[in-house]
T-cell receptor, first 112, second 114 residues
Framework: GQNIDQPTEMTATEGAIVQINCTYQ??????LFWYQQHAGEAPTFLSYNVLDGLEEKGRFSSFLSRSKGYSYLLLKELQMKDSASYLCAVRLANSGYSTLTFGKGTMLLVSP | KAGVTQTPRYLIKTRGQQVTLSCSPI?????VSWYQQTPGQGLQFLFE???????NKGNFPGRFSGRQFSNSRSEMNVSTLELGDSALYLCASSLEITYTGELFFGEGSRLTVL
């Protein structure tokens, strides 16, 4: 079966840096996504990695190691509005293009 | 540009009833997928449609069905509702020709089964 693991909860302080890890064991791989979901809102796209390495986009960066089945999302200069659930999702090879397998999400609480 | 629109946003049903949820994708998006979100299981894939064809189906019972129309709008139906079907049902659309093909989610239809 497919398995995606990420921590359930994390806490951090405003202005700090936090790293959210995601490990996956899937049959085939065709890209990894990170989504942000605020309470009561729709998930919104943050990043996409299909090749090994780091993708940077403003305060957010995402890293992928396909050989290790590992990714992380790095959030810098944390702000209160970053308090949200962060979802790691894998697109499987030989699967529908819009078929993603999600982890259960990491709830990040940013405190003053 | 309008986002993904889902109706109804909230609904309450009783066990044994059936429900139909609607999704209008972003204009120009031909791929529509559906996900169920619950606190215990997170987001789980239900269906994926492209040009009125179901391309993929998740591991849900046959009570869950869906379809896509020629204008890319999609509906999903759940028959013989069970208490465990209470969840947020999210629809997402995608423009697959982009590099990432990321999904754009609607705000969901929150179903409560009593």
């Amino acid at each position: 079966g497919q398995n995606i693991d990420q921590p359930t909860e994390m806490t951090a302080t405003e202005g700090a840096i936090v790293q959210i890890n995601c490990t996956y064991q899937t049959s085939g791989f065709n890209g990894l996504f990170w989504y942000q979901q605020h309470a009561g809102e729709a998930p919104t796209f943050l990043s996409y990695n299909v090749l090994d390495g780091l993708e940077e986009k403003g305060r957010f960066s995402s890293f992928l190691s396909r050989s290790k089945g590992y990714s992380y999302l790095l959030l810098k200069e944390l702000q209160m509005k970053d308090s949200a659930s962060y979802l790691c999702a894998v697109r499987l090879a030989n699967s529908g293009y819009s078929t993603l397998t999600f982890g259960k999400g990491t709830m990040l609480l940013v405190s003053p | 540009k309008a986002g993904v629109t889902q109706t109804p946003r909230y609904l309450i049903k009783t066990r044994g009833q059936q429900v139909t949820l609607s999704c209008s994708p972003i204009s120009g998006h031909r791929s529509v997928s559906w996900y169920q979100q619950t606190p215990g299981q997170g987001l789980q894939f239900l269906f994926e449609y492209f040009s009125e064809t179901q391309r993929n189906k998740g591991n849900f019972p046959g009570r869950f069905s869906g379809r896509q129309f020629s204008n890319s709008r999609s509906e999903m139906n759940v028959s013989t509702l069970e208490l465990g079907d209470s969840a947020l049902y999210l629809c997402a659309s995608s423009l697959e020709i982009t590099y990432t093909g990321e999904l754009f989610f609607g705000e969901g239809s929150r179903l409560t089964v009593l």
